[in-house]
């Protein structure tokens, strides 16, 4: 039973830095694909950032190019979002969620939702102007 945690949501202003946190139990961690997707209300859930665990090959959306860093630790199965300059439409619950080794299709492809099988509860994040 593959299980996802996320953590690190909170309320901070405009310009200001959070650090997300999912860690996956149950899973091949080594050899799967992960990645943060984010929902604001009433909108469609939105890929930002993925990795296939095994390769450290990451990938972003444009939406976030340059503000997120994704990174992972392999001995605690725990993969990490760090968010700075964040906007007030960075606002939403932020989700983690993993597959298996899926084949490389493109960067659109690896950052569709539907991509991926597990996913955590998520973990809120507002962002005040």
């Known amino acids: 039973q593959v299980q996802l945690v996320e953590s690190g949501g909170g309320s901070v202003q405009a310009g200001g830095s959070l650090r997300l946190s999912c860690a996956a139990s149950?899973?091949?961690?080594?050899?799967?694909?992960m990645g943060w997707f984010r929902q604001a209300p009433g909108m469609e859930r939105e890929g930002l950032a993925a990795?296939?665990?095994?390769?450290?090959?990451?990938f972003y959306a444009d939406s976030v190019k340059g503000r997120f860093t994704f990174s992972q630790d392999k001995v605690t199965k725990t993969i990490y979002l760090q968010m700075n300059m964040l906007k007030p439409e960075d606002t939403a619950m932020y989700y983690c969620?993993?597959?298996?080794?899926?084949?490389?299709?493109?960067?659109?492809?690896?950052?569709?939702?539907?991509?991926?099988?597990?996913w955590g509860q998520g973990t809120q994040v507002t962002v005040s102007s």
């Open positions: 969620a993993t597959s298996d080794d899926l084949p490389f299709v493109s960067v659109s492809v690896t950052l569709r939702p539907d991509r991926y099988a597990y």
């Open positions: 149950g899973s091949t961690f080594s050899k799967n694909l």
């Open positions: 990795v296939y665990t095994g390769t450290g090959r990451t």
